[in-house]
């Protein structure tokens, strides 16, 4: 058993976007496992997007992260010692709570023990974890396309983002994406999008007035603030549209700032959907058998960046929010 944990803590709120100075490592000691407890050896730890609202001084319903204090996040372990007999040694366990560090002490009610042999581990935080499931989610849950509907998705070569655009060809739409690189759109005609817009060098609005003129059906909105305003402007008459994040307003000061084309939304019978993913969990055995169903039909690839070792986290933290990932973002620890 290690006699240390190594955690990555907030030494510094960031002033809009996150640095990798606003972190630092630490090492704490680590106890043997008292009755119902596990000690646990992270092997990935998942980077996301809503970490950055941790870092907020007045939080979110995430909470806010005192200085001084380790970051929380997703990551998948294994338990090295027990004191629990429903988890013993061996176990392949996922937390939502105890990302960014090596090890942990927990109780092991706090973890959910998974399936090893459902393929790599860092599936339960990727395919199988918070990345499908709000995938499948925005499609299924909310969208639902039917096939020939136009779909469009943004961020569409990130994590959720790739897994909502391969979903929604699966489901028959006719989809468009925009992602913020020619080599990131290219990769999504690779994975079947019909249409990709680089919104970085092209006018995403009047793109989509040309490949659209009927106006979107369906879309799933990864991004808020401006690009949510010309996903409300390009919504066909009674188009749907799904909120899954607002990653344009989470360096600013009220990343709730609503749009300010609202009603267009009455004129036009448009409805906005927000959803989050918590909502689906408890559908997780079904959400992600239909998962492993799209990737055994070859409909579904799990795309990944990875990052080498804990010291590089915050680092890949600044590199997920300025759009240097493809698909899932993970630290290998
Ligand atoms: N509702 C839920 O339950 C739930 C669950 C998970 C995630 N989410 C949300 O889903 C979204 C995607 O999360 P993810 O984990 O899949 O991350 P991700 O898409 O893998 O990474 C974020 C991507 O956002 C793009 N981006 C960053 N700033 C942008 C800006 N100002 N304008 C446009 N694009 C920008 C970047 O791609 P480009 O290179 O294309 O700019 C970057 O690669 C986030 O908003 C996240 O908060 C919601």
């Given at each position: 058993?290690?006699?240390?944990?190594r955690?990555?803590?907030?030494?510094?709120?960031?002033?809009g976007?996150?640095?990798?100075?606003?972190?630092?490592?630490?090492?704490?000691?680590?106890a043997?496992?008292?009755?119902?407890?596990?000690l646990?050896?992270?092997l990935?730890?998942?980077?996301?997007?809503?970490?950055?609202?941790?870092?907020?001084?007045?939080?979110s319903i995430?909470?806010s992260v005192p200085?001084?204090?380790a970051?929380?996040?997703?990551?998948?372990?294994?338990v090295?010692a027990s004191?629990?007999?429903?988890?013993?040694?061996?176990?392949?366990v996922?937390?939502?709570a105890?990302?960014?560090?090596?090890?942990y002490?927990?109780?092991a009610?706090?973890?959910?023990?998974v399936?090893r042999?459902?393929?790599?581990?860092?599936?339960?935080?990727?395919?199988?974890?918070l990345?499908?499931?709000?995938?499948?989610?925005?499609?299924?849950g909310?969208?639902k396309?039917?096939?020939?509907?136009?779909?469009?998705?943004?961020a569409?070569?990130?994590a959720?983002?790739?897994?909502?655009?391969q979903?929604?060809?699966?489901?028959?739409?006719?989809?468009?994406a925009?992602?913020?690189?020619?080599?990131?759109?290219?990769?999504?005609?690779?994975?079947?999008?019909?249409?990709?817009v680089?919104?970085?060098?092209?006018?995403?609005?009047?793109?989509?007035?040309?490949?659209?003129?009927?106006g979107l059906?369906?879309a799933?909105?990864?991004?808020?603030?401006?690009?949510l305003?010309?996903?409300?402007?390009a919504?066909a008459?009674?188009g749907?549209?799904?909120?899954?994040?607002?990653?344009?307003?989470y360096d600013?000061?009220n990343?709730?700032?609503?749009?300010?084309?609202l009603?267009?939304?009455?004129?036009k019978?448009?409805?906005?959907?927000g959803?989050?993913a918590?909502?689906?969990?408890?559908?997780?055995?079904?959400i992600?058998?239909d998962?492993?169903?799209?990737?055994?039909?070859?409909?579904?690839?799990?795309t990944?960046?990875?990052?080498?070792?804990?010291?590089?986290?915050p680092?890949g933290?600044?590199?997920l929010?300025e759009?240097?990932?493809?698909?899932k973002m993970?630290?290998r620890v």
């Open positions: 058993m290690p006699a240390n944990a955690q990555i803590v907030l030494v510094r709120r960031p002033a976007a996150a640095r990798a100075g606003d972190f630092a490592i630490r090492e704490v000691p680590l043997a496992p008292g009755e119902g407890e596990v646990v050896r992270n990935w730890l998942s980077l996301d997007p809503y970490m950055r609202l941790f870092m907020a001084e007045t939080g995430h909470g200085l001084g204090e970051m929380p996040g997703g990551a998948v372990g294994e090295i004191a629990s007999e429903a988890m013993p040694v061996g176990a392949l996922v937390s939502m105890h990302g960014w560090r090596d090890h002490l927990a109780r009610d706090q973890l959910q023990a399936n042999e459902a393929g790599p581990a860092q599936r339960w935080l990727g395919l199988y974890g990345t499908g499931i709000t995938a499948w989610g925005g499609i299924h909310v969208l396309p039917e096939p020939g509907e136009t779909l469009f998705v943004n569409a070569a990130g959720v983002g790739s897994v909502a655009v979903l929604a060809k699966r489901a028959g739409a006719r989809v468009i925009s992602a913020g690189s020619d080599a990131k759109c290219a990769w999504l005609r690779e994975l079947g999008t019909d249409h990709v680089n919104y970085r060098t092209e006018d995403l609005g009047a793109r989509l007035a040309e490949l659209a003129p009927e059906a369906a799933f909105d990864n991004v808020g603030g401006e690009q305003e010309i996903l409300i402007d919504a008459p009674q749907r549209i799904a909120l899954c994040g607002a990653i344009a307003l600013s000061a990343y709730r700032a609503g749009p300010r084309n009603f267009a939304t009455i004129e019978h448009v409805t906005l959907t959803f989050n918590g909502f689906y969990f408890p559908r997780a055995p079904e992600i058998a998962l492993a169903a799209a990737e055994a039909e070859g409909a579904l690839v799990e990944e960046t990875v990052v080498e070792g804990l010291a590089a986290a680092q933290f600044v590199d929010m759009g240097r990932s493809r698909g993970l630290v």
